[in-house]
């Protein structure tokens, strides 16, 4: 399908390395204290960035269970709120007339090549 998953590769290289760290064995070792302890070493300042994280680490462990290596899933941690992008303004239409008359009465600053008439 042509998908390389390096971010998904690198955050559950990180998960790995740190239940080693922990000196989790096993997958029944790990718990939903341990998952969350994780989450939280990885620090995100954006929450779009920890959900993501979190995504992986909940796919990572849905398939564990499908595959029945584990009676139920681990994750309990929930997505963080993400705040709504800036929606953009847009102008009434006689403000936008307002703006034009006033930048066609601007003075052109700009320079000129020798020789070259004035532009308006």
């Not at 009676?71 to 403000?95: D, G, M, N, W």
């Amino acid at each position: 399908m042509g998908c390389k998953f390096a971010s998904e590769d690198r955050q559950l290289r990180l998960l790995d390395r740190f239940l080693d760290e922990q000196g989790i064995d096993s997958i029944e070792a790990i718990d939903a204290g341990c998952l969350q302890a994780f989450l939280v070493s990885r620090h995100r300042t954006n929450p779009r960035s920890y959900n993501n994280l979190l995504g992986n680490v909940r796919r990572l462990f849905d398939w564990i269970v499908s595959q029945q290596l584990l009676a139920a899933s681990p994750v309990q941690a929930r997505a963080q709120p993400q705040t709504a992008r800036r929606l953009p303004f847009l102008f009434p239409p006689e403000a936008i007339r307002q703006l034009l008359v006033h930048a066609k009465a601007l003075q052109d600053t700009r320079a000129r090549r020798c020789g070259a008439p004035p532009t308006r």
